[in-house]
């Protein structure tokens, strides 16, 4: 009889499942809290959407948002020396400013105003389209976008100081059409993790509609900068 019970209790033990709660499930999100700074930017690559919501759902103070455009601005600059120092004799060199510190101040004080001031402009126009973010959440994503995107405009300038190595061996290196397209991988980084961060910011579903628009727009704006150096210049 006691095999018996003991046979039973154990069907019963089977027939019955653990209880499983909600707390007990594993949070994806979770192994990017605690990482370092490289960590999450190298995260941020290959998944930007989900780096930027954890960064949004830590909420960050103000001072480590503006360490995060500090740091891309250091950067930023770092790639525009590039150009300046190592490949003065690139084409990218004639559209920079000669005066490195009228250059280090636009860079420090402009870029980073420019920053704020775009965030909150994206902020009231996604909210215009059904977004739910606000300036905080908007400049969360913005911030880190030009943060991630920071080393590939480092990498961009860096081909660009190779082409003007090889430019006395390979002529064609020296031509506007090739040296100057490297110039734009950090752009074009820019605006794709911008999108998808401020995708995430305010809740859309899809980021190609983000991606888009802002492509189309950093189109017209580099034609009307063309354009006015051009006619100026």
């Known amino acids: 009889m006691a095999e018996a019970g003991d046979g039973a209790g154990a069907g019963s033990a089977i027939a019955d ?13 979770e192994p990017v809290r605690g990482m370092s700074l490289w960590n999450r930017i190298k995260l941020s690559y290959s998944d930007m959407r989900k780096t930027t919501r954890v960064l949004i759902d830590e909420h960050p103070s103000e001072a480590r ?44 004080l402009g870029r980073t105003l420019s920053l704020y001031a775009f965030s909150a402009l994206v902020a009231v126009i ?12 908007t400049r969360t994503g913005v911030f880190w976008a030009s943060l991630v995107a920071a080393p590939i405009g480092v990498a961009g300038a860096l081909v660009v100081a190779a082409f003007s190595r090889l430019e006395q061996f390979f002529p064609i290196f020296g031509d506007p059409s090739v040296a100057l397209p490297p110039q734009w991988i950090g752009i074009v980084a820019f605006v794709f993790f911008l999108s998808a961060g401020v995708a995430e910011a305010h809740r859309f579903r899809r980021t190609s509609p983000v991606f888009i628009t802002f492509s189309v727009l950093t189109v017209f704006l580099s034609l009307a900068g063309i354009y006015i150096y051009v006619n100026n210049f």
Not at 75 to 101: K, Q, T, Y
């Open 17 to 29: 499942p653990p209880d499983v709660f909600l707390s007990d499930l594993h949070i994806e999100r």
């Open 65 to 108: 948002l503006l360490f995060f455009v500090l740091l891309s601005d250091v950067v930023f600059f770092l790639s525009r020396g590039v150009a300046l120092v190592i490949a003065p004799g690139s084409p990218a060199h004639n559209i920079l400013p000669e005066n490195i510190g009228i250059w280090l101040v636009f860079v420090f």
């Open 126 to 137: 996604c909210r215009a389209f059904g977004g739910v973010g606000g300036w905080r959440e």
